[in-house]
Each structure stands twice: as structure tokens, then as C-alpha cells.
């Protein structure tokens, strides 16, 4: 089973620099979109930044020229690089991937599934 972890996340200053990153593991075929989403208290889910195999890129208005993420294609990786970090960016950062999971494999025939996938989240609290 296609799993993602998160780590990064942690206490940092208004104007402040983290990086969080996120690593998928299972029985991969290929990850057709790895990104970021943040949930707030008390608020919904939201789209961060994405990027596709191809290196595309999407991100929200309210972060597209502070925060910026990479792929690691080889290692099944995702990282955010965030800057100038300002009090509403507090939120858990979920790491999201859009994969295709190898449900079996038998000499010349390879069956799989395609899943849309959520880590657990890490904390990203910004403190002025």
C-alpha cells in the first residue's frame, strides 16, 4: 500500500524560512501529481502547490512568491520550501499525491490502480 509521510513541520517566527517534505513508499508505479494542501482551525482544506511528473506547477495566490516545491522523481519525494512566513500560513500541511499502485505483477503483466492519497500532516505554527 502507497504510504506518504511528512516531516518539516515545527515552530518558526513571523519572516521566517522552513522547509517541510514529504516521501511516498509502497509499490509505485508512477506518481502522476505530488503536492501540498494546509488545513487551518477551524477552516477547510486548501490547495498549497502541486507539481505534476511533467514539472508543472500550481500554486494559491496567497503563497506563489514565497513558497516554492521540488520532486525528487527518483526518490518519490516532494519538498516546500517556505519564506516570509506570515502568521496565516499556521496550519497542518498535508502532503497529497495523485499515484498509480501496483496491485500485482506476474512475469509479462502488471496490474494497477490508480489512488489519490493524503499523509498525516505536520504542523506548521508561524508565532509573531
Known amino acids: 500500500q502507497v504510504q506518504l509521510v511528512e516531516s518539516g513541520g515545527r515552530l518558526v517566527q513571523v519572516g521566517g524560512s522552513l522547509n517541510v517534505s514529504c516521501a511516498a513508499s509502497g509499490s509505485i508505479l508512477n506518481i502522476h501529481v505530488m503536492g501540498w494542501y494546509r488545513q487551518a482551525p477551524g477552516q477547510q482544506r486548501e490547495l498549497v502547490a502541486t507539481?505534476?511528473?511533467?514539472?508543472?506547477?500550481t500554486y494559491a495566490d496567497a503563497v506563489r512568491d514565497r513558497f516554492t516545491i521540488s520532486r525528487d522523481g527518483a526518490k518519490n519525494t516532494v519538498h516546500l520550501e517556505m519564506s516570509s512566513l506570515k502568521p496565516e500560513d499556521t496550519a497542518v500541511y498535508f502532503c497529497y499525491a495523485d499515484v498509480s499502485e501496483i496491485t500485482s505483477s506476474d512475469g509479462d503483466s502488471l496490474a494497477y490502480r490508480d489512488l489519490e492519497i493524503w499523509g498525516q500532516g505536520t504542523l506548521v505554527t508561524v508565532s509573531s
Open positions: 507539481m505534476t511528473t511533467r514539472g508543472i506547477t
